[in-house]
């Protein structure tokens, strides 16, 4: 497994990240085939391949269903092996996403990832934006929020997953840490912005960067090579498929 600076952190990532989605919520998922949320014998399998191949990173969010919640279950007595990123903004409730990007929220977010996940910190905390990027980074408090409870010792980094690369300016501008960015062959629209963010010492982690299952796994070489690109976080449930795209990582695009 290759590991790389995720920024100006200070943290250390995995090129292959671990996406939780799947393992929390099956309701206003877009993935090509249905699937079953795995048992906790499954979940757990999956999460010794992901230590086996050397994965340091897992995403979450308390959009995710009971996600967070099974993290915390599971990385019990093996918290500080990992780095777990999480968000605040987006409520998946009744099968239905609402958005509350309030400073009260973040904190009181931010207050129940902790006792979810069973730990005393979180090593990233994103925004999980509705898609009004800008307004979000520097009209609501909802940075500042994140940066406070940064500056308490609760939270490692913060950032935003935006969704848009005029989004992933504004990020990098307000000084964010880290940005959850989409790129895969077929959606480059955020490519330079990517490769400026690395420049200006932001971590990036991908997400969709197998179009959410639609792309082939070859696309996570294409992914990997492009300027600017920490770790690139893929959802799967499958171990077959985690070590296919661990594989597929460590072998040069040209060999494959
Ligand atoms: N913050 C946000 O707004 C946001 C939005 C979307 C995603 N994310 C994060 O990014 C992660 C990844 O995004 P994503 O799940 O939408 O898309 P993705 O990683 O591009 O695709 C995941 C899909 O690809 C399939 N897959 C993975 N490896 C495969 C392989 N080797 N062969 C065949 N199929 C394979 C998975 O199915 P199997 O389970 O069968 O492997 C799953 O259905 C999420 O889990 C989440 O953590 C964040």
């Known amino acids: 497994m290759q590991y790389r600076p995720l920024g100006n952190t200070g943290m250390t990532v995995s090129l292959l990240g671990l996406g939780t989605v799947k393992l929390g919520r099956d309701q206003q998922v877009r993935y090509p085939h249905a699937f079953r949320i795995p048992d906790d014998a499954e979940a757990a399998a999956l999460l010794d391949c992901a230590t086996e191949l050397g994965i340091n990173l897992l995403d979450t969010a308390p959009a995710y269903g ?121 959606e480059r629209a955020e490519a330079s912005v990517i490769a400026r963010a690395g420049v200006a010492g932001c971590g990036v982690l991908i997400k969709k960067a197998l179009a959410s299952g639609h792309a082939a796994p070859q696309s996570l070489q294409f992914v990997a090579a492009q300027p600017g690109v920490s770790s690139i976080i893929v959802g799967t449930i499958d171990p077959r498929h985690l070590k296919e795209n661990a594989a597929l990582l460590d072998t040069p695009p040209e060999a494959s």
């Open 66 to 186: 009971t996600s967070e919640a099974r993290l915390g279950r599971l990385l019990r007595g093996r918290r500080s092996r990992w780095l777990v990123c999480t968000k605040v903004g987006e409520i998946f409730e009744d099968g239905r996403s609402r958005y509350d990007f309030s400073p009260e929220h973040v904190r009181r977010s931010v207050e129940r990832s902790l006792e979810r996940l069973a730990s005393d910190y979180l090593d990233i905390v994103l925004i999980h934006s509705d898609g009004h990027d800008r307004e979000i980074l520097t009209q609501l408090g909802t940075l500042q929020a994140l940066q406070e409870l940064k500056r308490a010792g609760l939270v490692r980094a913060v950032g935003i997953s935006h969704k848009s690369a005029d989004g992933a300016a504004c990020a990098i501008e307000v000084g964010c840490d880290v940005i959850m960015a989409v790129l895969n062959p077929d």
